[in-house]
Each structure stands twice: as C-alpha cells, then as structure tokens.
C-alpha cells in the first residue's frame, strides 16, 4: 500500500509570499494529482502529473520520480489562495484507486 | 458543459438505515468513482465504475455498493447504516482519453 505524506499540515503565509506544500509517497506510481479543496467541500484538480513540471498562473508542479517527491510551489499568494492541497498518487495505468495525503491547510493573510 | 451533480447534497439518517446517493458526470464521460472523505481518515476511494462495470474497488465492507446506469449516472448505496459512515461522499469522474478527474459538489451525510 502506498504511504503518502504531506508537509507541512498547516501553513500560514502572508499575502505575495512564495508558498511551497511538499508530498512524498513510498512506492512507484504512474501519476501524481494536485487538488484544491474549499470550505464547504467542493475539490478542484489543479494538476495530473506523471514527469517533470506544469505550470498554470501562478501555481507550479514538479515531481521527482527518482525520489518519489512532489512539490506544489504557489507564487505572488493572495487570500483566495486559502484553501486545503490534497496530494494524490495513482499506482498503475488503468486503474483509478487513488491514494491520499491528509492535506495542507494553507492561510492566506492580506 | 455543466459540472458533475450530486444529489441530495444533504442528508440526516438513523443508525440501521440504508441511503442510496446519485452522481451525475459530465456529459460525455463515463468512468465514475465514488469517494468518502472524514475528518479522521481523510479522503478514501470507495469504487469506480467504467461502462457499467465496477472496475475498482477500495477497502470498504460490502454494506458499501454501488452501480452505473447505461447512461453514466451512478448511485451508491450504503445499508445498515453506522455512525462513523457520516462523511462527505464525493463522485468524480473522468473523460475516456483522460485520467484527469472531475469532483462533484459531494453530499454530506450525518448519521444519528
């Protein structure tokens, strides 16, 4: 079973500050999921990553998969930043069984 | 394209009770998985369906059960219903070419 482990749990940054949530799982993957959860439940894909980087505004991915790591930098954060960041890993093609981090609380203070 | 719905997005049941909850996907799409998010577990794969198949199925017992309609919509079903089954239940789903995963508001059941 794959262990999957965010850092850190919670994190409070003031406004236009870099923000960096990091994930590390245990065993091989075929892909990486960033997701973005609001207050009252509703999720967000941010990103699907199984290489490299994406970017999209001002949130980037990266993943190592060498050292089984992935980090979701946000840059110039702003207070509709503030949300909880899921980490999910996919363990092989053809399958949708995700497996969860327990998540970052990030706070956004103007 | 309207998102994925979830119906009821509320729901209060009894101890012993059965629920059965509805996942609508995007038009077009016909994989669907069900989630149940607590504040002790986080978030948990329940099952995915495919075509009407279930093609996954998460670590769950078998009062957890589900099925997918020839027209992609989905329910799941839950018996004998316990406190700790109150949750957030979230069904997204996914276009064929794709892997990337489309949520749904969820329902969140309270159990009493």
């Known amino acids: 079973k794959n262990e999957v482990e965010q850092s850190p749990q919670n994190l409070t940054a003031q406004e236009g500050e870099f923000i960096t949530i990091n994930c590390s799982y245990s065993v091989g993957i075929s892909a990486l999921h960033w997701l973005q959860q609001h207050p009252g439940g509703g999720i967000v894909s941010l990103f699907m990553?199984?290489?490299g980087k994406k970017k999209h505004g001002r949130l980037i991915a990266t993943i190592n998969i060498q050292e089984k790591h992935s980090s979701l930098h946000i840059t110039a954060s702003h207070p509709r930043d503030s949300a909880v960041y899921i980490c999910a890993v996919r363990p092989g093609a053809g399958s949708y069984q995700l497996t969860f981090g327990k998540g970052t609380k990030l706070s956004v203070i103007p | 394209k309207a998102g994925v719905t979830q119906t009821p997005r509320y729901l209060i049941k009894t101890r012993g009770q059965q629920v059965t909850l509805s996942c609508s996907p995007i038009?077009?799409?016909?994989?669907v998985s069900w989630y149940q998010q607590t504040p002790g577990q986080g978030l948990q794969f329940l099952f995915e369906y495919f075509s009407e198949t279930q093609r996954n199925k998460g670590n769950f017992p078998g009062r957890f059960s589900g099925r997918q309609f020839s027209n992609s919509r989905s329910e799941m079903n839950v018996s004998t219903l316990e406190l700790g089954d109150s949750a957030l239940y979230l069904c997204?789903?996914?276009?064929?070419?794709?892997?990337?995963?489309?949520f749904g508001p969820g329902t969140r059941l309270t159990v009493t």
């Open positions: 990553l199984s290489s």
């Open positions: 997204a789903s996914s276009p064929r070419d794709s892997w990337e995963q489309y």
């Open positions: 038009s077009g799409h016909r994989s």
